[in-house]
């Protein structure tokens, strides 16, 4: 038995001129034999689904709730975030790599003189990194999304010289979470696990910089972590957050 969510689901972003060329298009997904189940009802064929006066249904009785994030309070949540990956990050790297053999002045300038040398190189990865952050996005989302790349834009926030994804489709809040954190795992985790392993603090570094650089994406996710995971979540097409969309209850 299939839930009526996933029949809403499928009718996003889709328009259907009458009930029958709905209930068509859900026997087309779905098969004739399938039966659906709501709040209120179960074992319901197709056409009973669409008959049913229940909200999953009938997106006016949907409701619309919009979440943002204060950009004052992500600066400090970001300034937090980077203060303690540090402290944790270097913490084990220092453990692991006996930190005697690091803190002694010829060391030390040794490990400024590196970033010193590597500093265009520590540039254009941070440059490359922060475009790549938003790829990441739009290619995670896009996996989930039906209309995949198609609904995913990119661009550039001239006032604040940041580049930024979005996602012109609701997505299931698992779904947007998972492609919200990827950014976070693949560029800012995995790397300083490399670092570590690898012994590299110049790596550790941009790790502990690209965790701190997804505390906007962190904050979202630890908002949504609330919400129904079937609930279905668009990105704010302009403000940093979401819209979320669920069942009015008093209509079930
Ligand atoms: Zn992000």
Redesign the pocket.
């Known amino acids: 038995m299939t839930h009526g969510h996933e029949v809403l689901e499928m009718m996003f972003g889709n328009s259907y001129s009458s009930r029958e060329d709905l209930v068509n298009a859900i026997i087309n997904k779905f098969g004739a034999d399938e039966r659906f189940y709501t709040c209120s009802a179960e074992n319901m064929t197709a056409l009973r689904l669409t008959g049913q006066r229940c909200a999953i249904i009938e997106s006016k009785s949907m409701k619309e709730r919009k979440e943002t994030i204060n950009i004052a309070t992500a600066n400090i949540v970001s300034i937090g975030i980077l203060v303690v990956s540090a402290l944790v990050l270097y913490g084990i790297f220092f453990l692991i790599w006996d930190y005697q053999d690091w803190f002694y002045k010829e060391k030390l300038i040794e490990v400024m003189d590196q970033f010193g040398t590597n500093y265009l190189m520590f540039m254009g990865a941070l440059i490359v990194g922060i475009v790549v ?2 790829l ?2 739009g290619l995670t989302w896009a996996k989930f999304a039906k209309s995949d790349l198609k609904s995913i834009s990119f661009g550039v926030m001239w006032k604040m010289l940041t580049p930024y ?1 979005h996602c012109s489709e609701p997505l299931k809040v698992s779904h947007y979470s998972i492609g ?1 954190l990827m ?2 795992i693949v560029l800012g985790i995995l790397p300083s696990i490399a670092a570590i392993c690898l012994k590299s603090l110049f790596w550790l570094t941009m790790g502990v910089i690209f965790i701190a ?2 505390a ?2 962190i904050m979202v996710v630890w908002r949504l972590r609330k919400e129904n995971p079937e609930n279905m979540v668009l990105d704010h097409p302009s403000e940093a957050g979401y819209l979320v969309y669920e069942e009015e209850p008093e209509d079930l």
């Open positions: 952050h938003e990441i996005h994804c919200a950014p976070l650089a997804a906007g994406d």
